[in-house]
């Protein structure tokens, strides 16, 4: 076997492991406020979810053909520059996983590989018209047309419910809230899984196994990917599930199911589009418009903060960590650069899981009240984690799924 093979099928395997981090990472999207509400049992909403994120990711292909050729040089690109990016996107990923920050992956993913881009070849290799226009625009407008939508639809939901008794109204919502989890984790799979085929569609190009002129990636990358992220969130993201659902807002069912609606929407219209959107952001958006719209409710400011901030750094953090993974690979070189590579990767994500043992956050306790227990690096005490027998539930109000 070629080194060119080989560092091809290490590409493939770390895009893989990528694509499983994103699942599980980004779980709290779809689930969050199902959960947070009753509306579904922790393993049931992550089970859902994953489903309809191995289906969803076979519905478009637009954001894996951006990924792709829209936002680096095609001719420029090395599987050493995709190999470092990787690595740090996931490392991002594994970061803000262990303080329970719901921050992007797909803009860590796109970070890493644009700061490798950057130290190997120079800013030129990048398409900056493209990383504005598919990246950070859409990230800008999406996170607004969230809060906006999710705050007026959560204003009407209970202006037209206000004649009706609570105990009624929330079990209904409950009960819609199910189909739009449904939605919100088959919009989800359109949209993220599709990062990581374009990663892989990129590095299948750069070495030749596949052609610039083609417009969608094989099909054993698209099953790939989307078995690897079902995957992941199987697994559940517990600690930004905990992070959406109960430390922004206090949701209820009507509120989580005028978020997910909202969300949905905006994901399934910017997959369409082609457009590389931040599915977590959006989902914050519309729990915060969620937030606001509910009369009488209150948003954690604070929260948000840490969430914004997190925002805020991970394009450049993430780079960094794929600029300085690419220089590591790149000064070593050969077979031993990439082993080094892969070697840094499993021993910081090995690092970070025996971290995250030390005070588990798991269905049983994903509901706890926030501040009563360990909310992950944004601000709140970092005790055990109390775990409840059973959801606490309205008085006179049921789940009606419990299984």
């Not at 993913?109 to 018209?129: D, E, Q, T």
Request: some cysteine; proline content about 3%; overall charge positive.
């Amino acid at each position: 076997m070629n080194f060119e093979l080989f560092l091809l099928i290490i590409v493939v395997i770390t895009a893989l492991g990528f694509d499983f981090t994103n699942g599980f990472h980004d779980t709290g999207n779809a689930t969050a406020t199902a959960i947070a509400s009753g509306a579904l049992k922790p393993k049931a909403a992550v089970a859902l979810c994953a489903s309809l994120n191995l289906i969803g990711a076979f519905l478009s292909t637009q954001v894996a053909a951006t990924i792709a050729k829209d936002l680096v040089v095609t001719h420029l690109v090395t599987l050493e520059v995709m190999f470092a990016g990787l690595i740090g996107g996931i490392v991002w990923n594994l970061m803000t996983w262990l303080f329970g920050i719901p921050s992007s992956s797909s803009h860590a993913l796109i970070g890493g590989v644009v700061g490798a881009m950057i130290v190997a070849v120079g800013i030129h290799g990048v398409l900056w018209g493209g990383v504005v226009s598919k990246v950070l625009i859409p990230a800008v407008v999406a996170v607004l047309a969230a809060v906006i939508i999710g705050t007026v639809a959560t204003a009407l939901v209970y202006r037209l419910t206000a004649g009706l008794s609570r105990k009624r109204t929330l079990r209904e919502f409950r009960r819609g809230q199910v189909c739009s989890t449904a939605l919100i984790s088959l919009a989800h799979g359109t949209n993220d899984a599709q990062k990581t085929m374009g990663v892989i569609f990129l590095a299948l190009i750069s070495y030749g196994a596949a052609s610039k002129t083609q417009t969608l990636p094989p099909m054993w990358v698209i099953v790939s990917c989307a078995l690897a992220m079902a995957a992941g969130t199987y697994l559940g993201g517990w600690r930004v599930i905990r992070t959406l659902g109960k430390g922004l807002v206090d949701i209820e069912s009507p509120q989580g199911m005028a978020a997910e609606t909202s969300s949905a929407s905006i994901i399934l219209l910017s997959s369409h589009f082609g457009y590389t959107l931040s599915t977590t952001q959006v989902v914050t958006g519309s729990v915060l418009g969620a937030g606001v719209g509910k009369p009488g409710a209150g948003v954690r400011w604070g929260v948000l903060r840490g969430m914004a901030v997190a925002w805020l750094i991970t394009l450049p953090l993430a780079g960094a960590v794929g600029a300085a993974s690419y220089t590591l690979i790149h000064l070593i070189g050969g077979y031993a650069g990439v082993a080094v590579g892969m070697a840094v990767l499993l021993t910081v994500a090995g690092l970070i899981w025996l971290k995250s043992r030390k005070v588990r956050i798991d269905h049983t306790n994903v509901t706890a009240d926030w501040g009563t227990s360990l909310t992950d690096g944004l601000g709140v005490d970092r005790g055990p984690i109390p775990a409840p027998d059973v959801l606490v539930d309205e008085p006179g109000v049921t789940d009606p799924i419990r299984a």
